[in-house]
Every structure is written in C-alpha cells, then in structure tokens.
C-alpha cells in the first residue's frame, strides 16, 4: 500500500487538473502496484525551498511495503519517477528531491487493522 505525497512551490494553477490521478497511475506501474492500493496527497503553493534556492521545486515521499526498501529498488524507482514528475511540472531534475520511505505491515491501518493482518 504505497502512500506518495508530493509538495511543490508551484500554484495550483499550473498544475494539471488529473495530477493526483496521473501520479496514482504512475506509481502504481513503477511500484508494480495495483492502483487501487496507492494512496497520493498532491500539494500546492508551499513555501519550499530546494538547494538553497526557492524556484519552482518539488518534493515526493514515496512510503511503502517491500518496495522501497533497498538502494537497488529504489535507484530504479527514482529514475521513473524524476521522468514523471520533469514531464508533468515542468521542472528540471536538480529542482525534484525524492524521499523514500520503507514501512512494515503493522504500521500501515486499514479496515479496522493493520496490513499485517489482512
């Protein structure tokens, strides 16, 4: 179940409208994930600054269960999702920042548990 939440300096307006729906897709090919599990959080106009310098950025968290737990893994990850996230934004790579996160199963809730038990 990955959980991805971007953050960008960018205003809404120069967003695309299905960003969150395009980045669910994304993420769910790159992580080879079922759509239906991937959760995504798209923030606008934060006051952010990457490199020392506060032009247009972006930042991404990519949590998730057994996917993201390697330098392997996630140098392969990080490449699909720099392409991604230059193409939708609009942005050059030195201006995206990606962080991953691995999570075990009981530190996920869903339905009244934890993934550990479904």
């Known amino acids: 179940m990955p959980f991805v939440e971007l953050q960008t300096n960018l205003p809404a307006e120069k ?3 299905d960003l969150a729906a395009r ?3 994304a993420t769910a090919t790159i992580l080879g994930k079922p759509p239906e599990r991937v959760n995504v ?3 606008s106009e ?3 600054v990457v490199g020392g ?3 247009p ?3 991404l968290l990519v949590a998730s269960v057994g996917v993201v737990g390697s330098a392997e893994q996630n140098r392969e990850h990080s490449a699909k999702f720099f392409e991604v996230l ?3 934004l609009a942005l050059a790579p030195d201006r995206i920042v990606i962080r991953f996160q691995p999570l075990e199963p ?3 809730g869903k339905n009244g548990t934890v993934m550990t038990y479904l």
Do not use: D, G, H, K
Request: glycine share 0%; hydrophobic share 40%; with cysteine.
């Open 15 to 17: 967003l695309p409208a």
């Open 23 to 25: 980045l669910c897709s």
């Open 41 to 43: 959080t798209v923030r």
């Open 46 to 48: 934060r006051s952010m």
């Open 53 to 55: 310098s506060p032009a």
């Open 57 to 59: 950025c972006a930042q």
């Open 86 to 88: 230059a193409r939708e």
């Open 106 to 108: 009981w530190q996920v």
